[in-house]
Each structure stands twice: as structure tokens, then as C-alpha cells.
């Protein structure tokens, strides 16, 4: 049990991170027990959707300021948030075992990456990034991109930024409206996988489940962070090269 603890751990860690850096998170929880060959518990939908529970705990963490003002202040963003939501919303209903069990492939992903890692490029370099906060249209031209990154390798964070920066908004004010965004999304999928764990208890190891929801909470609750602060300066690049690499090794592993 204590080396599945560790992958949970190490699994949490992945997800923290990939999650709000614009790389995938789900192709990382799909490759990582790919590349080690780890079966079981860890490499389920349900584990992953436990690791979604932790980073979005660190988005509350990180967020309550905003989310407080969004209901006692500012409705009409919160309006914004709550249209925006529903594409992905909807989609993730529709096609939850498309997704889970036909999307989750490995040159699925090789695709994903290096074709929304090209439009990312072309974000930064056409986007005026003149704009701070993003009007009903912008919301739901984001919206509809967070749906499409229910594609693993697409990355839900990647997408939308990279909407928002074509609507021209700053990175950080994308970014800042990208982890709004997937609060009620990263929550409404957590909340539908989580009742399999109620309705069969029994079917799993609360104490692996743990070790990931709390990893990913940490890790997570950093990367926002760093992520933000790192917008300020710099462009999306480095996530786009990092993207092309992690295709190409997924194709070399594929085809060896």
C-alpha cells in the first residue's frame, strides 16, 4: 500500500501543477501511468477527478477574495462566469464516457498538444493584450474554448487564456478569469464522480485518495501563484515548446 500511496502522492503533485500551467493536465494523469506502467486505483477517472478536488480547493484558497466580491459586488461578472460555464458544463455531461473511455489516447494527445500549442503561438504573437476585463462576448467565446478542453492534451487553463488573449485581453486578467472560470466546472465534475465514491465506498482506498487530494492541494495552491506572477512578464512560449517536447517523446515511447 505504501508504494501506491507514493504514486498517489507524485500523481497529486503532476496535477497541481499541470492543472493551471497551460500544459494538460489530464494528459499528464494519462501519460505519467503510461510511461511507469501503474495500473489500479491510480490510473482511473475517479482517482483524477480526487486530484481535481484538491486543485479546487487551492483555487478557493487562492480566490475567496474574488469569489466574495463576484457575489456581494460585482453581479455582473458572476453572471458572466455562470453563462461561460455552460458549454463545458453540458459537453462534460453529454459525452462523459466518450471522453473517458475513447479520447484517452495517446496520440490524441500528441495531437492536442502541438496543434493547440501552434495556436497558443499565434495568440501571443496577433493579441493587442490592451483589454483587463472581458465583456458577455469574450465570456462566451471563452466558454466554449473551456468545453473543448474536455479533449485530453488540450489543457483547460491553455485554451482559455489563449481565448482570452484573442479577445485581447492581458495574460494575467485571461489567466485571472481562466481559474474563475474552472471553479464551478473543476467543482461540478468533482462533485459527479465523487458520488461513485459515496455510492460504493468499499470499492476504494480513502487513504490513496487522500494522499492525492492533498498533494494536488498544495501543489496546486503554488502554481497559481507562480503562474500569475510569471504572466506578468512573459509570454506563453516556454509552455508551447514544452508542449512539442512532451509530444514528441510520447510519439518515440508509442512507436518504439
Not at 47 to 67: M, N, R, S
Amino acid at each position: 500500500m505504501g508504494i501506491e500511496i507514493f504514486k498517489a502522492i507524485i500523481l497529486g503533485i503532476v496535477q497541481g501543477i499541470t492543472e493551471f500551467f497551460p500544459v494538460s493536465s489530464t494528459a499528464h494523469l494519462i501519460l505519467f501511468p503510461w510511461f511507469f506502467s501503474w495500473n489500479g486505483e491510480v490510473n482511473t477517472m475517479t482517482f483524477d477527478i480526487a486530484l481535481h478536488g484538491g486543485t479546487l480547493l487551492a483555487l478557493l484558497a487562492c480566490f475567496y477574495k474574488d469569489w466574495a466580491n463576484l457575489f456581494l459586488k460585482d453581479r455582473q461578472k458572476l453572471f458572466y462566469i455562470i453563462i461561460a460555464t455552460i458549454p463545458a458544463g453540458v459537453i462534460g455531461v453529454l459525452f462523459n464516457k466518450t471522453i473517458e473511455h475513447t479520447l484517452r489516447n495517446p496520440l490524441v494527445i500528441v495531437f492536442s498538444l502541438t496543434g493547440f500549442g501552434l495556436l497558443m503561438l499565434a495568440a501571443e504573437k496577433y493579441s493587442k493584450k490592451n483589454h483587463h476585463n472581458p465583456g458577455m462576448t469574450d465570456s462566451i467565446i471563452i466558454g466554449i474554448a473551456q468545453a473543448v478542453a474536455l479533449i485530453p492534451g488540450v489543457s483547460r487553463s491553455g485554451i482559455t487564456i489563449t481565448a482570452g488573449l484573442f479577445r485581447n485581453l492581458t495574460r494575467e486578467s485571461a489567466a485571472r478569469f481562466s481559474f474563475l472560470l474552472s471553479t464551478p466546472v473543476i467543482g461540478g465534475a468533482a462533485l459527479l464522480e465523487g458520488s461513485k465514491l459515496l455510492k460504493n465506498p468499499g470499492t476504494y482506498h480513502f487513504d490513496i485518495f487522500t494522499a492525492g487530494f492533498i498533494s494536488a492541494f498544495i501543489s496546486g495552491f503554488f502554481a497559481i501563484k507562480f503562474l500569475l506572477y510569471f504572466l506578468k512578464r512573459h509570454p506563453l512560449n516556454f509552455f508551447v515548446y514544452y508542449r512539442f517536447l512532451l509530444a514528441a517523446i510520447i510519439l518515440l515511447m508509442y512507436f518504439r
